[in-house]
């Protein structure tokens, strides 16, 4: 039997309505993230955001469409970001490129380990997943071939699958030490140094390695 499709959310249309939208999905955030999603009720929801029950299913029809809000926000976030580091990689060198690289998935470390685990609760939102995680490498990938503008398209998606898994792996490193942490970090980003240096060089064995 095939699922039915959840109902959308409900778009505020004053701005008494965003503030009140803006107060559950801050709420609906936490607790998911504090809780996992199955174990957190609209009832919950309500009260941690100080809105009438009534309100809430207003704006929210249930649980899955106020989810599949939270992903829809996140991904803006993550898109409207991409767009913001190709811009900020036109005309750095590569250091400057490869600490724009590490702050970047810094910056967005903790919004997606909550967003990973809001999908993968929710297994049959697999296929956004997947295109999550295309425009998210499609993105990084656009990026690397502004600092490197000779690197061929499919060069560009393999080491973009690359530098985010070191990067990943570096910023969710389980290390209590802070001085550790922001040490394995800068090792990361002077093994990406390393790396746009090298794969540069290739692609244009003209220009010195800076």
């Known amino acids: 039997m095939t699922k039915p499709a959840p109902l959308a959310a409900t778009q505020p249309k004053r701005l008494r309505g965003h503030l009140r939208v803006a107060a559950i999905t801050e709420a609906a ?7 996992g999603f199955d174990a957190v009720t609209m009832t919950e929801i309500a009260a941690s955001s100080g ?3 009534g309100s ?3 704006f929210f029809p249930n649980k899955e469409s106020l989810a ?22 036109a005309g750095v060198d590569i250091a400057t490129a490869a600490d724009l690289f590490t702050r970047f998935v810094l910056s967005l470390q903790s919004q997606r380990t909550f967003a990973l685990r809001l999908v993968e609760e929710r297994r049959e939102h697999e296929a956004a997943r997947l295109q999550f995680r295309d425009a998210m490498r499609g993105g990084f990938s656009r990026a690397l071939q502004v600092v490197i503008p000779a690197l061929p398209s499919a060069r560009a998606s393999l080491m973009t699958i690359v530098i985010l898994q070191v990067l990943k792996g570096a910023a969710a490193s389980n290390l209590q030490n802070a001085d550790e942490r922001k040490a394995v970090l800068d090792e990361a980003q002077a093994l990406l140094v390393l790396y746009l240096s090298t ?8 220009k010195i390695l800076r």
């Open 199 to 206: 794969e540069r060089a290739k692609t244009n064995p003209t």
């Open 56 to 58: 809430l299913y207003r």
């Open 68 to 89: 599949d809000a939270l992903l829809l926000e996140y991904t803006r976030e993550v898109i409207d970001r991409l767009e913001a580091l190709e811009k900020d990689v």
């Open 29 to 35: 955030t936490r607790l998911f993230a504090e809780k």
């Open 51 to 53: 809105t009438a029950i």
